[in-house]
C-alpha cells in the first residue's frame, strides 16, 4: 500500500489509486466532470479534460489533475488552497463561457451537473464572454436527442458507447473551441449503428444528450375525451421513480406510482409485469420446443436461444449480427406483448375500438420509444404502443400535476392486465428474465414442483455470467450479459460454433432495466444500481405467486382467448421476426 499526505491527513491506499480516489474515500470532495467511475459495471471515464479536479502536488510546478495522477509513497496533496481553488474557477468559467445559457428549459434543469458546480462555485457571472460555437441539434432518431452545443467535452458518452456497449457511434472531433463529441461525419443519430441504448444519456453531466420527450403527447391523448387511455409501467420503474422526490435509492414504490397514475387521470393503470409473465409462457415454450427437438436430432434448431425482450439488443443484433438472427426468442418484449393484447383483448372486453385507446408505455429505457415505433408493431398504422415516456418524463408530469408522491396512500393496479408475479418483476435486473424463463421451463419440462424458486447463481452484476440449472437429468447451460460489449463476446462464440450455452440473456444496459437510459441520473453512483437491484428481488420474494405459469389472469387469458403458448394466435399477437 502507499501512504501519502492529503489536507494534513494521512492517508493510506493501495498501489494503482489516483489522488481523486484516494481523496474522495477520505471524504475530500473534488469536483470533477469528465471523471465518472462505475467500475463494477465496466465503466471508467477519466480524460484530465475538464480540469475541475486539478490539485497541487508538493514539488510540482504544475497543478495536477487528480484523476489521472496516482498516488505515490510521500506524495503531499493540498485540494483546496487559493490556488487550486482559482485555477478550478477559471477552467469552469471557460466551460460556462461557451455553453448556453438556457438553463431554465433546459432539459437537465435541476439535474444538471454543470449547473450544480456554478452553484458551488459561487459563479455569478462569467468574465469570459465571447464568441459561442455552434454546431445543429439532432433530433432525428425516435429515442434520442443531441444538442451538441452543450457538449463539455467531458467525453463520457464517447467512452460509455465504445468501451461498455462496444458500439463507437460517438467519437470527439476537432482540437480547442471548436472540439465537440460528434456522430462519424455528423451524420444523424438514425442513420448509424447507434442501439438508443441510452447509456450516453445516462452518464451526460448536461442537456447535450437526452431522451425526445414525449409527455405533450401523453398530455394530449388524456385531455381528449374520445381516447381511453391505457398505461403500463415497467418492473424496473418502481424500483427508482422514488429518487426522483428524494426517496433513498431502492426505496419500492409500487403502490405511490399506481396512485400517481390514476390522479394524472389515465383511464386504466395496469402493469408490464402481466405481459412479462406472458413473454414467460412464449419464451419459456420456445425453449422447450427448441430444446426437444436438439435432443431428438434435429439438426436445424438453432441453441442457444437469446432473450430478445431489450430493444436496444435487437437493434444491436440487426445491425452487428445479421447472420445470427435465427437464435434471438422470437417473442416480443413485454412492452409489446402487453399493447397487442391491451388493443385487442382488453378493447373488446370493455367495449373501446383500438383507434379510440391510447396505449401508453411508462419504461427505464429510450430504445423503448424507438421499439414502439417500428412498422412490425401496428395495424394498419395504428400501434399497438402509442407512446413511450421514460421513468424521468413520469416524475416530471407528476410534479407538474403537483401531486405530492410522498403523501400518495399505495393503490393497486387495475384488473386483469395489472396481476402479475414474482418472475415478473425480477426481469428489470441482470439475470431476471432468464431466472424468471427457468421457473417456468423447469416445471413444463420435468412436470415437477419447483420447490426452490430461487437461482442464486444466476444473479450478481459481473458482465458476464454463466450457470448450470438441473432439469431433472438435463443440465441447461445458461449465459448470462449485460453491456453490449460483453453480449459481444457471447454472440461471437455462436458464430464460431463454440457457444456452450442452451439459454442467453442479454440486457444492453449495466445492471438491466434497473441501469436503463430512462432512469434517474445515477451520476456515477454504482450503489444506486445495486439497490435498485435489491429491491426487485425483495419484491419477487413478497409476491405470493412467484412463478409466471401459475399467474391466474395469465391461464385465464389463454383459456378465453390465446389458445395454447406457441398457437396460431399467440404466434400473430406474441411474436415478432428480425431484419436486418
Ligand atoms: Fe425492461 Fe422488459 S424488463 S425490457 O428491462 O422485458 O425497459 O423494467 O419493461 O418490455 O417487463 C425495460 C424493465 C421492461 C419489456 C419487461
Ligand atoms: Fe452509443 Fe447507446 Fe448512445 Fe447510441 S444510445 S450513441 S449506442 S451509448
Same mark, same amino acid.
Given at each position: ?9 494521512? =492517508? ?54 487528480? #484523476? ?43 439535474? #444538471?451537473e454543470?449547473?450544480?458546480l ?26 434520442? =436527442? ?7 467535452? #467531458? ?55 437526452s431522451e ?21 409501467v415497467?418492473?424496473?420503474?418502481? &424500483? ?21 397514475l390514476?390522479?394524472?387521470e ?16 412464449e419464451e ?14 434435429? &439438426? ?61 408505455s ?9 421499439? #414502439? ?6 395495424v ?9 415516456? &421514460? ?15 410522498h ?32 421457473r ?31 432439469f ?14 460483453n ?26 432495466c ?67
Amino acid at each position: 500500500s502507499i501512504k501519502l499526505t492529503i489536507d494534513d491527513q494521512p =492517508v493510506e491506499v493501495p498501489e494503482g489509486t489516483t489522488v481523486l480516489e484516494a481523496a474522495r474515500e477520505q471524504g475530500i470532495t473534488v469536483p470533477a466532470l469528465c471523471h465518472m467511475d462505475l467500475s463494477g459495471i465496466g465503466f471508467h471515464s477519466s480524460n484530465a479534460s475538464c480540469r475541475l479536479c486539478v490539485v497541487e502536488v508538493e514539488g510540482r510546478r504544475n497543478l495536477a489533475p487528480a #484523476c489521472t495522477t496516482l498516488a505515490a509513497p510521500g506524495m503531499v496533496v493540498k485540494t483546496r488552497t487559493q490556488r487550486v481553488l482559482n485555477a478550478r474557477r477559471i477552467n469552469l468559467e471557460l466551460i460556462l463561457s461557451d455553453h448556453p445559457k438556457d438553463c431554465l428549459s433546459c432539459s437537465k434543469a435541476g439535474c #444538471c451537473e454543470l449547473q450544480d458546480l456554478a452553484q458551488t462555485f459561487g459563479i455569478r457571472e462569467i468574465s469570459y464572454e465571447g464568441e459561442m460555437s455552434h454546431h445543429v441539434k439532432d433530433t432525428s432518431s425516435p429515442a434520442i =436527442v443531441r444538442d451538441p452545443d452543450k457538449c463539455v467535452m #467531458c467525453r463520457r458518452c464517447e467512452n460509455v458507447c465504445r468501451e461498455v456497449q462496444g458500439v463507437g457511434v460517438l467519437t470527439a472531433v476537432n482540437r480547442g473551441f471548436e472540439s465537440v463529441v460528434v456522430t462519424a461525419f455528423d451524420q444523424n443519430l438514425d442513420v448509424t449503428k447507434c442501439t438508443y441504448c441510452g447509456q450516453c444519456v445516462a452518464v451526460c453531466p448536461t442537456g447535450a444528450l437526452s431522451e425526445k420527450d414525449e409527455t405533450a403527447s401523453v398530455l394530449r391523448a388524456i385531455a381528449d375525451p374520445d381516447k381511453t387511455v391505457v398505461v403500463q409501467v415497467a418492473p424496473a420503474v418502481r &424500483t427508482a421513480l422514488g429518487e426522483e422526490f428524494g426517496m433513498a435509492p431502492g426505496t419500492l414504490v409500487t403502490g405511490k406510482m399506481a396512485a400517481a397514475l390514476r390522479r394524472l387521470e389515465f383511464d386504466y393503470v395496469f402493469d408490464t409485469d402481466f405481459a412479462a409473465d406472458l413473454t414467460i409462457m412464449e419464451e419459456a415454450s420456445e425453449l422447450l420446443d427448441r430444446l426437444t427437438r436438439h435432443l431428438a436430432g434435429d &439438426t436445424s434448431v438453432k441453441l442457444p436461444i437469446v432473450t430478445s425482450c431489450c430493444p436496444a439488443w435487437v437493434n444491436h443484433l440487426e445491425k452487428r449480427f445479421p447472420d445470427l438472427l435465427d437464435y434471438p426468442s422470437t417473442a416480443r418484449s413485454p412492452m409489446q406483448m402487453f399493447g397487442s393484447i391491451a388493443k385487442s383483448y382488453l378493447a373488446e372486453k370493455i367495449g373501446v375500438k383500438r383507434q379510440d385507446m391510447v396505449v401508453v408505455s411508462v419504461m427505464p429505457c429510450v430504445a423503448k420509444k424507438a421499439e #414502439c415505433a417500428r412498422e412490425e408493431f401496428a395495424v394498419d398504422g395504428n400501434r399497438d404502443v402509442d407512446i413511450t415516456l &421514460t421513468t424521468r418524463e413520469l416524475a416530471s408530469l407528476i410534479k407538474r400535476a403537483n401531486i405530492d408522491f410522498h403523501r400518495l396512500e399505495d393503490d393497486d393496479f387495475d384488473s386483469p392486465l395489472g396481476e402479475s408475479t414474482g418472475a415478473a418483476v425480477i426481469f428489470g435486473t441482470t439475470g431476471g428474465v432468464i431466472e424468471a424463463a427457468a421457473r417456468t421451463a423447469y416445471e413444463f419440462h420435468t412436470g415437477e414442483t419447483l420447490e426452490n424458486v430461487d437461482f442464486t447463481a444466476l444473479r450478481g452484476v459481473d458482465g458476464i455470467r454463466s450457470a448450470t440449472v438441473d432439469f431433472a437429468g438435463i443440465d441447461i447451460k445458461i449465459g448470462i450479459a449485460h453491456g453490449l460489449a460483453n453480449a459481444r463476446v457471447l454472440m461471437e462464440e455462436i458464430r464460431k460454433g463454440t457457444s456452450p450455452y442452451h439459454a442467453i440473456e442479454v440486457m444492453a444496459c449495466p445492471g438491466g432495466c434497473i441501469g436503463g437510459g430512462g432512469q434517474p441520473f445515477h451520476q456515477g453512483d454504482e450503489s444506486v444500481l445495486r439497490a435498485r437491484q435489491q429491491a426487485l428481488y425483495t419484491e419477487d420474494e413478497a409476491k405470493v405467486i412467484r412463478k409466471s405459469h401459475e399467474n391466474p389472469h395469465i391461464k385465464k387469458l389463454y383459456e378465453e382467448y390465446l389458445g395454447k403458448p406457441l398457437g396460431e394466435k399467440p404466434h400473430k399477437l406474441l411474436h415478432t421476426h428480425y431484419v436486418d
